[in-house]
C-alpha cells in the first residue's frame, strides 16, 4: 500500500495550492480518503474526508468553506483545493484511507498514510 502526497510549498496569504495524493496497493473505491495535518507540537488533526459513499465530504470548521476535498476513481488520486490560506494552515499535509464508509475525524482509526507534504503560508 502506498499513499504519496504532494503539491505542497510556500504561499502567501490569501493563496492557493492542490494538494495531490496518488494510491495504490488497495482497492482504491472501497476505501474513504481523508487529510490531516501537523503542525510542530501540535497533534495530528482532521481536515477532511470524502466518503466512499456516494463521495459524500465533511471538513474541519476551521477549513470549511475555503478547502474542497474530491477524488477521482480512475486516477486513484485524492486532492485538497486550498483557498484563502491562512498562516495558521501551515503544517505538513498527510493523506490517509480507511475503509469504513464515514471514518472517525480521529487518526487513530484509519488504516494507511501517506509520508506527508509541507505546507507554509507565510508573506
Known amino acids: 500500500v502506498q499513499l504519496q502526497a504532494s503539491g505542497g510549498g510556500l504561499v502567501q496569504p490569501g493563496g492557493s495550492l492542490r494538494l495531490s495524493c496518488a494510491a495504490s496497493?488497495?482497492?482504491?473505491?472501497?476505501?474513504?480518503m481523508g487529510w490531516f495535518r501537523q503542525s510542530p507540537g501540535k497533534e495530528r488533526e482532521f481536515v477532511a474526508r470524502?466518503?466512499?459513499?456516494?463521495?459524500?465530504?465533511y471538513y474541519a470548521e476551521s477549513v470549511k468553506g475555503r478547502f474542497t476535498i474530491s477524488r477521482d476513481i480512475a486516477k486513484f488520486t485524492v486532492y485538497l483545493q486550498m483557498n484563502n490560506l491562512k498562516p495558521e494552515d501551515t503544517a505538513v499535509y498527510y493523506c490517509?484511507?480507511?475503509?469504513?464508509?464515514?471514518?472517525?475525524?480521529?487518526?487513530?482509526?484509519?488504516?494507511?498514510w501517506g509520508q506527508g507534504t509541507q505546507v507554509t503560508v507565510s508573506s
Open positions: 490517509a484511507a480507511d475503509r469504513a464508509s464515514f471514518p472517525t475525524t480521529g487518526p487513530s482509526q484509519w488504516d494507511y
Open positions: 496497493g488497495f482497492t482504491f473505491q472501497t476505501y474513504s
Open positions: 470524502i466518503s466512499k459513499v456516494q463521495g459524500l465530504t
